[in-house]
């Protein structure tokens, strides 16, 4: 640590005064020194140098880090140390000694570096390993239609966040492992800088190319870190009442901050569904009931409330399916949409149903299986329907 530059007015008894602006000329103990010529001394040089231990500033003529023939001393006041200011003057010899700034300025420089170093957390991604046991990939339906009903089209997103600018990320289609014509678009979310999403219109791909087994990749290079992985597989069909049947959906849109992406899904409204073989419905209005019994021991009725729920029910199914349910499309929610596309249903009136989740998911097991089901239990969105006296 030192002052970048002195200037220094010095004038020796029977000398004229000379004004020398000094730079450093090497370290000693971490602080820069300065040397002038001193004539007196037959040609030789004075030497100012920091001596930290008592916090002064020495002028010597024996050289640096001697405190023999001191001619001046300053008591340093300044943090970090810099030779400006009242020198005390300790030899007969010298007549005048002034050190002042230089014209730019004093310049207190450090040894120390400042760099920042941001942080980045890569995408989380899981391959399987194949520990023997003989099961296909796990592969999510899809329909498509061009009708404006929703519940007859299904799409699906994915997302990634970045570190800065310089990252790169595309999402890209493969059917039967050749890139297809249709190519997602990505979308910056409105409050996370450096991240993105793409939502897949099936349909879209329908009409581009057509009904069949899809692959959607996504490909980043982060800080430099560059890697591929599947996002997931997909079997597409047009939406027909056969090829829906045995089937169900769940559609959601989500709109808060997702902790675990540690992403801020707020009013970018991302939209994502899961197509499953399953069952929605059994529906229950859990009737809420307030009666009063007057005088006469008459009751009479003063609110009546269906408050419905409905059962989300898989039928045994892989890995992939149950975590998008549960960790994606129920944990996520802020607008959820309930299809039964079963012939068997006792109601054909779950097309895109307004609900809530209103308990966990359950989840079950079978012994001697990867596969498991789920139960979750939904309540409708808006409560109500209810009669009651105004």
């Known amino acids: 640590?030192?002052?970048?530059?002195?200037?220094?007015?010095?004038?020796?008894?029977?000398?004229?005064?000379?004004?020398?602006?000094?730079?450093?000329?090497?370290?000693?103990?971490?602080?820069?020194?300065?040397?002038?010529?001193?004539?007196?001394?037959?040609?030789?040089?004075?030497?100012?140098?920091?001596?930290?231990?008592?916090?002064?500033?020495?002028?010597?003529?024996?050289?640096?880090?001697?405190?023999?023939?001191?001619?001046?001393?300053?008591?340093?006041?300044?943090?970090?140390?810099?030779?400006?200011?009242?020198?005390?003057?300790?030899?007969?010899?010298?007549?005048?000694?002034?050190?002042?700034?230089?014209?730019?300025?004093?310049?207190?420089?450090?040894?120390?570096?400042?760099?920042?170093?941001?942080?980045?957390?890569?995408?989380?991604?899981?391959?399987?390993?194949?520990?023997?046991?003989?099961?296909?990939?796990?592969?999510?339906?899809?329909?498509?239609?061009?009708?404006?009903?929703?519940?007859?089209?299904?799409?699906?997103?994915?997302?990634?966040?970045?570190?800065?600018?310089?990252?790169?990320?595309?999402?890209?289609?493969?059917?039967?492992?050749?890139?297809?014509?249709?190519?997602p678009t990505a979308v910056s979310f409105v409050n996370e800088p450096f991240a993105f999403y793409w939502t897949i219109n099936w349909n879209d791909v329908l009409n581009s190319d057509g009904a069949g087994c899809y692959t959607l990749k996504i490909s980043y290079d982060i800080s430099g870190v560059e890697l591929t992985f599947t996002w997931g597989i997909y079997d597409l069909k047009p939406f027909t009442t056969e090829t829906a049947n045995f089937t169900a959906r769940v559609r959601a849109i989500y709109n808060d901050y997702n902790e675990v992406e540690q992403i801020d899904f707020t009013n970018s409204m991302v939209e994502d569904s899961c197509r499953f073989n399953g069952f929605i419905g059994n529906r229950q209005p859990n009737m809420s009931t307030d009666n009063l019994i007057y005088q006469n021991r008459e009751m009479k009725k003063v609110i009546r409330e269906n408050l419905n729920t409905y059962e989300i029910i898989t039928d045994p199914t892989c890995e992939g399916i149950i975590r998008k349910l549960t960790d994606n499309l129920l944990l996520s929610e802020n607008d959820l949409f309930l299809s039964d596309y079963n012939a068997h249903n006792h109601s054909y009136r779950f097309n895109d149903l307004p609900a809530i989740v209103e308990s966990s998911p359950e989840i079950t097991y079978y012994e001697g299986s990867r596969e498991a089901s789920l139960k979750c239990v939904a309540g409708d969105k808006f409560k109500d329907q209810r009669t009651y006296y105004k």
């Open 1 to 183: 640590m030192a002052c970048d530059c002195l200037k220094l007015t010095f004038r020796e008894q029977g000398q004229s005064t000379e004004v020398y602006e000094l730079n450093p000329v090497g370290q000693y103990l971490g602080f820069d020194y300065f040397e002038f010529p001193f004539f007196s001394g037959g040609g030789g040089l004075l030497t100012i140098w920091y001596n930290e231990p008592t916090n002064q500033w020495i002028m010597t003529n024996a050289g640096v880090g001697s405190l023999s023939g001191v001619v001046a001393f300053l008591d340093n006041e300044e943090e970090p140390p810099c030779a400006i200011g009242k020198w005390s003057i300790a030899s007969p010899k010298i007549e005048e000694l002034l050190v002042e700034e230089c014209e730019q300025g004093c310049i207190k420089v450090e040894d120390r570096i400042f760099r920042k170093y941001d942080s980045i957390r890569l995408p989380r991604v899981f391959e399987e390993e194949d520990r023997g046991f003989a099961r296909c990939c796990c592969v999510v339906p899809v329909l498509a239609s061009s009708s404006s009903d929703t519940w007859k089209n299904d799409k699906t997103s994915a997302w990634i966040k970045l570190s800065s600018l310089t990252d790169i990320a595309e999402a890209k289609l493969y059917k039967d492992g050749i890139e297809t014509a249709y190519s």
